[in-house]
């Protein structure tokens, strides 16, 4: 069960509501809590939807072509689909699709609305929407990039009434997720965030930023996810939100466990951070081999990780350092390197992925060249998991065994630390040692994964 309803389709819903607030009947059949074919029939045949539309990942995206037979078995009104996994693939999407009619790519505000306008009008050519993927006969049509909104704090907050808010485990713990900005400026061979988002950096301003916390704060949330790609690119900004929230005298907490940049922190920013709110940073390290860290394009330096991970224990903050395993040109050696630098890390816990070469990005011409799938091309993005043990590729130089015993010691290593900063160091290490069997480690995450699992994790947990 996720933490808390989705945003995208949250922003959607308010930016449809804002711009055509009397022209159209939304509903939301919220998935992330309900998977119900027979509810979700009959939500369907209640509504009698003239358009459905379904959000994508590639992650777990065996889950959408689920939904999209589920969804055309029930009505044969048009599906459109949207979300990161189209942005990243493409016309491909429809092709593996042929039960789906339409896609929007990149940020899909301005192009739903403008698509739903030409519905209106009973249109039966739609080349001049941008952003839109669409059937014209046999043969599909991928219309020009639409222009990447600029003005972000022109859009409403994302509304969430069309979700059972009280059923997620954000109610309980009064947190609710925010995005101040959207975009990132950086190179990074294996993000496929600039696919969707661009490679700019649109930040909203702090007034706005307070306006959107002050509302849910109102409303009783006092626990914030921060959710940007670069939160603290531009350090006067951060600052002016930090600053903003303690005029307010608001008392909240906020996390950052989306990452930031190391090379994007001072340590008077972070004692900002520190007096605002922040109980928890993120990262990104993504190696410890600094020849793969310039490979990959990350532009930052070894020594700037150990530097912003003493600066925020200082300032008394909980962090977290991510890693991923697979990169270019990686060899056994050189990921070794990311466990060995991992393990001496004075930070909380360390998270470790596997990497995944999301079509678009350089390092999936990188490994379609130089590596060897071990599943299809055509079908790995149905099946992936980032936190999979199980590879996608392997090379030469670091084969998939090699990778499985890497990635179990970085498994390892996070669970411990983790453990230790949820549950306090002696239950945590006990839970750490007894989930050490397999069989009672899937049995604990299949009982967390349920509502009454996860809140008795949250009431154990120290880390509020």
């Keep these: 069960m996720p933490g808390h309803p989705h945003v995208g389709i949250a ?3 308010s930016y449809i509501l804002k711009k055509a607030p009397n022209e159209y009947e939304l509903t939301v059949f919220d998935e992330g809590l309900e998977s119900d074919t027979r509810k979700l029939t009959k939500k369907i ?11 994508t990942f590639s992650y777990c995206y065996v889950n959408v072509l689920d939904t999209i037979d589920r969804v055309y078995k029930a009505t044969k009104a048009p599906i459109v689909l949207g979300g990161a996994h189209v942005s990243a693939v493409r016309g491909q999407v429809l092709k593996e699709n042929p039960k789906v009619k339409y896609a929007i790519k990149s940020e899909g505000e301005e192009t739903f609305l403008e698509f739903l306008s030409a519905l209106d009008e009973e249109k039966k050519d739609f080349s001049e929407i941008k952003g839109l993927l669409w059937r014209k006969g046999k043969r599909i049509v991928e219309n020009a990039d639409r222009p990447l909104i600029d003005k972000v704090d022109s859009l409403p907050f994302p509304k969430f009434e069309f979700f059972d808010l009280k059923q997620y485990p954000c109610y309980e713990t009064k947190g609710m997720p925010i995005l101040t900005s959207r975009g990132c400026p950086y190179g990074c061979n294996y993000c496929s965030v600039k696919l969707s988002m661009g490679r700019g950096f649109r930040p909203r301003s702090p007034k706005n930023v307070l306006a959107e916390l002050t509302y849910w704060y109102k409303k009783g949330y006092t626990s914030f996810d921060i959710n940007d790609d670069c939160f603290t690119l531009d350090l006067d900004r951060a600052e002016n939100i930090c600053d903003l929230i303690i005029q307010s005298k608001m008392k909240i907490n906020l996390q950052l466990y989306n990452g930031i940049r190391v090379d994007r922190v001072t340590p008077r920013l972070l004692r900002r951070l520190k007096k605002a709110g922040v109980v928890f940073i993120a990262y990104g390290c993504e190696t410890g081999n600094q020849e793969t860290l310039n490979t990959i394009k990350k532009s930052i330096k070894l020594d700037q990780v150990i530097r912003a991970v003493n600066w925020t224990n200082k300032a008394g903050i909980k962090n ?14 050189r990921a070794m390197d990311s466990v060995r630098f991992a393990e001496k890390l004075p930070t909380n816990f360390v998270n470790f992925y596997n990497l995944v070469p999301y ?29 999979d ?11 998939k065994e090699q990778r499985e015993r890497v990635m179990k010691m970085g498994f390892n290593l996070y669970e411990k630390k983790l453990l230790k900063l949820r549950l306090g160091n002696t239950l945590g290490s006990i839970g750490y040692l007894v989930t050490r069997s397999k069989t009672i480690h899937d049995l604990c995450l299949k009982f967390i994964s349920t509502r009454t699992g996860w809140r008795t994790f949250v009431r154990l947990s120290n880390h509020k």
Aim: avoid cysteine; charged fraction near 25%.
């Design 11 to 13: 922003s959607l819903v």
């Design 45 to 55: 045949k209640e509504f009698k939807p003239t358009l459905i539309g379904i959000t």
């Design 320 to 333: 977290a350092v991510n890693f991923i395993i697979g990169h270019e040109g990686e060899t056994y050696d």
């Design 359 to 387: 079509p678009g990005t350089a390092v999936f011409e990188w490994a379609k060249k130089n590596a060897h799938f071990l599943v299809p091309q055509e079908t790995f993005l149905r099946e992936i998991s980032y936190r």
């Design 389 to 399: 043990n199980s590879p996608i590729f392997e090379t030469d130089e670091f084969t």
